[in-house]
């Protein structure tokens, strides 16, 4: 619920910013797709809470604590930082996958995500995205994952 609170309260300040013009639109634009990418870390995080077995449930909170909180998405320079976003609708796709894989390795499922790596990495090349390349990279790279 914490997590939860934090998501909402940065991103009712995301569209007062937004409204009130008290940000610069790129940045408020960096700063949701931000918040957005969290969302749907922490809804691969819940969603792969569905099937527990013995051993995830040990690790549960630990797998919950992976996702960042939304105030990450306060780091303006860090973001500005980062090459822009394609238009490409295959990074939410990428993205939303590895964020299964990662919430399933916080779990102790290791061979579902490391399935999923030899693809990831296929089309995060094929986006060309450095980014998401340099993410998908050092998810199949993860000891847990070869």
């Given at each position: ?30 700063q ?53 976003q ?25 061979d ?18 450095r ?16």
């Amino acid at each position: 619920d914490r997590w939860a609170d934090g998501w909402r309260a940065e991103r009712r300040a995301l569209c007062e910013a937004s409204w009130k013009e008290t940000t610069p639109a790129p940045v408020v634009a960096l700063q949701f797709a931000c918040t957005e990418r969290l969302r749907v870390e922490m809804n691969a995080q819940l969603v792969a809470l569905d099937a527990l077995d013995a051993v995830a449930v040990k690790k549960v909170v630990g797998a919950l604590n992976l996702v960042a909180p939304a105030t990450t998405c306060r780091n303006v320079d860090g973001l500005m930082a980062v090459d822009p976003q394609p238009a490409d609708p295959r990074v939410v796709q990428v993205e939303a996958t590895l964020a299964q894989g990662f919430a399933e390795t916080g779990l102790g499922r290791h061979d579902g995500a490391a399935q999923r790596c030899p693809q990831l990495l296929a089309d995060a090349d094929a986006i060309g995205w450095r980014p998401l390349q340099a993410r998908v990279a050092r998810f199949c790279a993860s000891p847990r994952c070869g």
